[in-house]
């Protein structure tokens, strides 16, 4: 293996790991450690779109929305599948689908609010900076599931010709 191999190589699996940190943070609830995996100030604005939000640019919007996601979960993990890593540069793109199982406040008191799945397919934007490679943008889109795309087709097959 080439130099140029080995580095190529060196790079996909750090923005792999920084990849796996933000979901770990996450599951964990620890903003501290996800505000560090961001890019730090506001020279490169960084952007959040999570699942049915708005765009959020600038590090401050991003890392309010979760601290406000993180302090309405009881329960979050991440399964990763469909990982892919494309590198350019100083700057890498992963794509992946997030299978989410998450579980909100107890209700009544419970220990835990009901469990609920969901499945995202995310776009990681990673830049190398001195301190490694931290989150530029990270974008979320829900998956629909194949009922509610029947649900679909049966309306359009009942409307009127």
């Not at 580095?7 to 933000?22: H, L, M, P, R, Y």
């Not at 100083?90 to 969901?118: K, M, R, W, Y």
Request: proline share 4%; hydrophobic share 35%; glycine share 10%.
């Amino acid at each position: 293996m080439s130099d140029d191999q080995e580095q190529v190589a060196a790079d996909i699996a750090a923005v792999e790991q920084a990849n796996t940190a933000f979901y770990e943070a996450m599951e964990r609830g620890d903003l501290d450690e996800l505000s560090g995996l961001w890019l730090p100030g506001e020279n490169l604005t960084v952007s959040c779109v999570h699942p049915g939000w708005p765009v959020l640019s600038g590090r401050g919007e991003v890392l309010r929305s979760y601290a406000l996601i993180m302090a309405n979960t009881e329960y979050i993990q991440f399964f990763l599948t469909d990982v892919g890593v494309s590198m350019t540069g100083d700057t890498a793109l992963v794509t992946c689908t997030e299978n989410i199982l998450s579980g909100g406040p107890a209700e009544d008191g419970g220990e835990l609010g009901p469990l609920v799945g969901q499945l995202v397919v995310a776009t990681n934007v990673f830049r190398r900076t001195e301190d490694g490679w931290k989150l530029w943008s990270h974008h979320g889109s829900p998956v629909l599931t194949e009922s509610e795309d029947e649900d679909e087709d049966e309306d359009e097959d009942e409307s009127p010709s």
